[in-house]
């Protein structure tokens, strides 16, 4: 009879324990990040409302997941489209710049090429002497403008070189941002 009790007692404790061991080993299977996982309550006991629970839990956990997903991939798109619109005005103020500083190289050498030729006239005639003097004043601010414009090209360059980095980073800062949600 002991050896009938201790089976029947082994068999009732088998069957008790097994429900409680499928549960905890679909918790840890969720709480391990297996959201696909699904616990498969079984009758109507306070277990079988635990495990849905637990199910509930899990899809929630999922559609949450799914999302905050779609959200990054959203945010994503906008910063590289911003990224890419940085980078075209980066290329438009690039090539700006290089304008600025040909045409400021010109008017330098157009302005010396005229202080030159002024001097040679100032020193045939007297009477062109006043329309000398003015065409020197114009060249001295000719030449005041061009300096003036190759420092703001200067700058602008400066200011386009920074915006490149920026968008580096932000770049940088997109990739590690990606290869964290992975």
Not at 55 to 66: D, L
Not at 71 to 76: F, I, L
Request: overall charge negative.
């Amino acid at each position: 009879q002991m050896v009938a009790a201790a089976g029947i007692g082994f068999y009732i404790s088998r069957r008790a324990i097994q429900p409680i061991m499928r549960l905890r080993e679909g918790a840890r299977r969720i709480g391990a990040g297996d959201l696909e996982h699904t616990i498969i309550p079984e009758g109507h006991t306070e277990l079988a409302d635990l495990a849905e629970e637990f199910n509930r839990m899990a899809k929630s956990i999922r559609e949450s997941q799914s999302r905050l997903e779609e959200r990054v991939a959203e945010q994503t798109e906008e910063i590289r489209a911003a990224l890419e619109q940085l980078r075209q005005e980066a290329v438009i103020r690039e090539k700006l710049l290089q304008d600025i500083r040909e045409i400021s190289q010109q008017l330098g050498a157009t302005a010396t090429e005229m202080a030159a030729t002024a001097s040679q006239q100032a020193s045939g005639a007297a009477e062109q002497s006043t329309a000398i003097y003015q065409s020197l004043a114009t060249i001295t601010q000719v030449r005041a403008i061009s300096e003036r414009n190759a420092a703001a090209a200067q700058t602008a360059s400066n200011l386009a070189q920074n915006t490149a980095a920026v968008s580096q980073a932000g770049q940088q800062a997109v990739t590690e941002s990606i290869s964290g949600m992975e």
